[in-house]
């Protein structure tokens, strides 16, 4: 696993593009597939998770709130991407929540 909190990190060891995340923001699911892509290759796996987002209790805005969580899942080479907003339930909550999320969504795409 990579554990990718600054943006350097994210475009240094996943290779996430600077303009992706100028574009979209770092929150995205944009840099979120770019960061599954990432993760597949460098791993060297059939595949990659990525996940960025605003666990809070601070740094939402209006476009981005706390509880927003953006997924990228690199199957075979193949990305999906998907939002979830989890609302304000607390840091260890948005967490939690996310990594369920993870867990399920793999099921269902693995199917």
């Given at each position: 696993?990579?554990?990718?909190?600054?943006?350097?990190?994210?475009?240094?060891?996943?290779?996430?593009?600077?303009?992706?995340?100028?574009?979209?923001?770092?929150?995205?699911?944009?840099?979120?597939?770019?960061?599954?892509?990432?993760?597949?290759?460098?791993?060297?796996?059939?595949?990659?998770?990525?996940?960025?987002?605003?666990?809070?209790?601070?740094?939402?805005?209006?476009?981005?709130?706390?509880?927003?969580?953006?997924?990228?899942?690199?199957?075979?080479?193949?990305?999906?991407?998907?939002?979830?907003?989890?609302?304000?339930?607390?840091?260890?909550?948005?967490?939690?929540?996310?990594?369920?999320?993870?867990?399920?969504?793999?099921m269902d795409l693995l199917k």
């Open positions: 696993s990579f554990v990718t909190y600054a943006n350097e990190a994210k475009t240094e060891l996943l290779g996430v593009s600077e303009e992706t995340i100028n574009s979209f923001g770092v929150v995205s699911e944009e840099v979120a597939g770019e960061m599954a892509q990432g993760v597949a290759k460098r791993a060297n796996s059939e595949i990659g998770v990525g996940i960025t987002g605003v666990a809070g209790p601070t740094g939402g805005t209006a476009k981005k709130p706390v509880g927003m969580v953006c997924f990228g899942f690199c199957i075979n080479g193949k990305t999906k991407t998907f939002t979830k907003l989890f609302g304000e339930i607390g840091r260890n909550e948005v967490r939690s929540a996310s990594v369920n999320f993870v867990f399920q969504t793999l």
